[in-house]
């Protein structure tokens, strides 16, 4: 079970959009339409932001979407804002109740 | 509301044993699994296993069996993480998460986690 590859980081200026990747193979991302994504502040507890691939939770904002497209699942920030400077992290399910995150993103807003 | 509030920070020497907790509130503590999460520090998140408290299934990640033990009390709501031996190694910031399967695969709640050194 090797983590899911993210990129190090993204940056982009407020109002701009970001995506960010997510590479796993067909045993987690590919495999099922179960992967979930997390914000987290310097600090802070991880926040779940999108959930089953692009569902988003309540209180999240709709500038966060998600998709899938085989074994690379995307999170895409729409309309960047000074708050999103975060590390992000995808995470899929590996079978068996397992999951596996990523290798986390830090976002910056130039 | 639902909440899990963990125990406090922890200053351990090489060798000594420990187990940190994570108490469920807010839900029906024995219908979800509730799992642990590493995080070294400067690193990213690294799932280590969960637990159902219902009757006790418990599944590891393969990075972390044998090397811990992860157990609960369901008469109050607590799911605890345990080693027998610390590293140095097990210096980390440890989270527990509620995790949801149904049709899905997802930690929807998170504790405040629980920071664990261990140094000579």
């Known amino acids: 079970q090797s983590a899911l590859t993210q990129p190090r980081s993204v940056s982009g200026s407020p109002g701009q959009s970001v995506t960010i990747s997510c590479t796993g193979t067909s045993s987690d991302v590919g495999g099922y339409n179960y992967v979930s994504w997390y914000q987290q502040h310097p600090g802070k507890a991880p926040k779940l932001m999108i959930y089953d691939v692009s569902k988003r939770p309540s209180g999240v904002p709709d500038r966060f979407s998600g998709s899938k497209s085989g074994n690379t699942a995307s999170l895409t920030i729409s309309g960047l804002q000074a708050e999103d400077e975060a590390d992000y992290y995808c995470c899929s399910y590996a079978g068996s109740y397992t999951l596996v995150f990523g290798t986390g993103t830090k976002v910056t807003v130039l | 509301e639902v909440q899990l509030v963990q125990s406090g920070a922890e200053v351990k020497k090489p060798g000594e044993s420990l187990k940190i907790s994570c108490k469920g509130s807010?839900?029906?503590?024995?219908?979800?699994?509730i799992g642990w999460v590493r995080q070294m520090p400067g690193k990213g998140l690294e799932w280590m296993g969960i637990?159902?408290?219902?009757?006790?299934?418990?599944r590891y990640s393969p990075s972390f069996q044998g090397q811990v033990t992860i157990s609960a009390d369901k008469s109050i709501s607590t799911a605890y993480l345990q080693w027998s031996s610390l590293k140095a190694s097990d210096t980390a910031m440890y989270y527990c998460?509620?995790?949801?399967?149904?049709?899905?695969?997802?930690?929807?709640?998170w504790g405040q986690g629980t920071l664990v050194t261990v140094s000579s």
């Open positions: 998460a509620r995790h949801v399967y149904d049709s899905s695969g997802y930690c929807d709640y």
């Open positions: 637990i159902y408290p219902g009757d006790s299934d418990t």
């Open positions: 807010g839900y029906s503590f024995t219908s979800y699994w």
